[in-house]
């Protein structure tokens, strides 16, 4: 009986732990050709928009489409493979910008200011893994360009956010601490919330006159910590304008 020649036509007959080298190398290989066409797909993807189709990603990538679906079985499993690259990055920038900080307004704004960074290296990247896969849409887009709540994103990441809230809700529950009313917990994804409302809107916005990331994030940070009243001038203009009645006034003729 040639128990090494069964082993390595049928591996997995013999268990987990009697995986050949072969197969090793062969998995190796698997992982390593899977990388260098996310890496491919990305760069098209910046180069080309969010709206490149795979015939597109492939012929960048100089090989065929068939070899995308084989790895990653469809579009959106692409993106969702694209997208695992863009959020380990950015948890690593937005962490890393918030360790210096030594308070939780500072360490709020750093991290606001590296995911507006990080969104404005590349908004084809980000608009490609968050869009949704079927129509090509972006998942946020709802009435009057608004993006819609997190719990509700339609795209190939549906829980691309819920990635940042757990990385915000982790500190701000350390600096919270148990004397928080119990709703503080809802505190981290409505933030977010803003944060991305804003940040896609300012993406978008191809004036002359955007602001700077920073400025973006001071103001964002200011939103949240201290409120609109944090603009004085703003508050007090909308604060000193009279309601404008709903149903206008008539005058009785007689």
């Known amino acids: 009986m040639n128990l090494a020649r069964t082993e390595v036509e049928a591996p997995e007959a013999a268990g987990p732990l ?16 899977r990388g260098e066409l996310i890496k491919a797909a990305r760069k098209a993807v910046h180069r080309l928009g969010p709206e490149a189709s795979m015939d597109d990603l492939a012929a960048a990538a100089a090989t065929s489409k068939s070899v995308f679906y084989r790895y990653f079985g469809d579009k959106a499993g692409l993106q969702y493979a694209v997208g695992e690259v863009v959020i380990a990055s950015m948890q690593e920038a937005v962490l890393s910008a918030a360790e210096g900080a030594t308070t939780p307004r500072q360490g709020l704004k750093n991290m606001v200011t590296a995911y507006l960074t990080m969104a404005a290296t590349s908004p084809n990247v980000y608009a490609f893994v968050t869009q949704n896969s079927l129509d090509g849409t972006m998942s946020n887009s709802g009435s009057m360009g608004l993006p819609a709540d997190l719990s509700h994103a339609s795209g190939a990441l549906g829980s691309f956010f819920h990635h940042i809230v757990a990385m915000v809700a982790a500190p701000m529950e350390g600096q919270l601490g148990g004397s928080a009313a119990p709703t503080a917990r809802y505190w981290p994804t409505a933030a977010i919330g803003l944060v991305r409302t804003v940040g896609e809107l300012w993406l978008a916005d191809s004036s002359q006159n955007r602001p700077e990331a920073e400025t973006l994030a001071e103001d964002i940070t200011s939103w949240l910590f201290e409120g609109i009243h944090s603009h004085g001038a703003l508050s007090a203009t909308i604060l000193s304008t009279p309601a404008t009645p709903s149903v206008p006034e008539r005058t009785a003729h007689r």
Do not use: C
């Not at 009697?18 to 050709?33: E, I, K, N, T």
């Open 18 to 33: 009697a995986v050949d080298g072969r197969s090793a190398r062969w998995a190796s290989h698997r992982q390593q050709r």
